[in-house]
């Protein structure tokens, strides 16, 4: 498989390094040529020079030859940015990396539901080790063709979780409220404005659930003009 990243900081590094290991190809966009030349003789992949949330750098890549796009810079705004213009431009599959997790509600409801935020993550890990808890159950768990995908509620939503009409092989298995846990009830859950709602789902239903909940005009990605992008 190949993937293309866009930032050359640890993560992208140690991301880079265990795929070539197992036999993946990978680019890797970045700004700073230094950084390139720095990792040039550490790790066997190409190189694209470039900012990775334009247009023009992307589509050098070749997207319609890549399998995963993973947005890993250290800013926010130009991995969002970075991770629509992937989308637009027809990467199979785009994964966004976000620090500040104020920025996760948004990006659900710009339709980009592949999301890692490393300090969140960790520390929900950690605390849950503490009490005794395993998280690496739930991966276990998700097999075969199972997929989790989630939405933020618009008004067009609004109902019974039983009014969504979802397709076969679909099922709401709960939502937060004012980020808190709610189990759900097609018959007498509620719905309202800005609930994040969850679904376990069949693989072959992402494309029409991603179809359903992507970005709409209400909805507009950060400007480029007011992103920092870092390597």
């Known amino acids: 498989m190949k993937a293309v990243i866009i930032g050359a900081g640890s993560l992208s590094v140690m991301t880079t390094s265990l795929l070539l290991k197992r036999g993946h190809q990978v680019v890797i966009i970045e700004q700073n040529i230094e950084r390139i030349e720095a990792l040039t003789d550490e790790l066997s992949c190409g190189f694209i020079h470039g900012d990775g949330s334009k247009p023009a750098i992307l589509k050098e890549a070749d997207p319609a030859d890549t399998d995963f796009l993973f947005t890993l810079t250290e800013s926010d705004r130009t991995n969002i940015i970075a991770s629509m213009v992937g989308h637009s431009l027809g990467f199979k599959r785009v994964v966004t990396k976000i620090i500040d ?41 998700i097999k075969d063709e199972a ?62 659930l991603r179809e359903r909940w992507s970005a709409h005009p209400d909805n507009e990605a950060p400007s480029p003009g007011n992103s920092e992008t870092k390597g």
């Not at 969140?120 to 690496?136: C, H, K, Q, S, V």
């Not at 097609?186 to 494309?207: G, P, Y």
């Open 147 to 208: 997929r989790i995908f989630s939405f933020v509620a618009r008004e067009q939503d609004l109902g019974t979780i039983g009014e969504l009409k979802l397709p076969k092989m679909c099922r709401v298995i709960c939502f937060y409220r004012d980020e808190k846990f709610n189990l759900a009830d097609d018959d007498t859950t509620e719905l309202k404005q800005d609930d994040e709602v969850v679904i376990l789902t069949h693989s072959r239903n992402l494309a029409e």
């Open 101 to 141: 997790p104020e920025f996760e509600h948004i990006c659900i409801e710009l339709g980009l539901t592949d999301l890692i935020m490393p300090s969140l993550t960790i520390g929900r890990f950690l605390a849950d080790m503490l009490e005794g808890r395993d998280l690496l159950e739930l991966s276990a768990m």
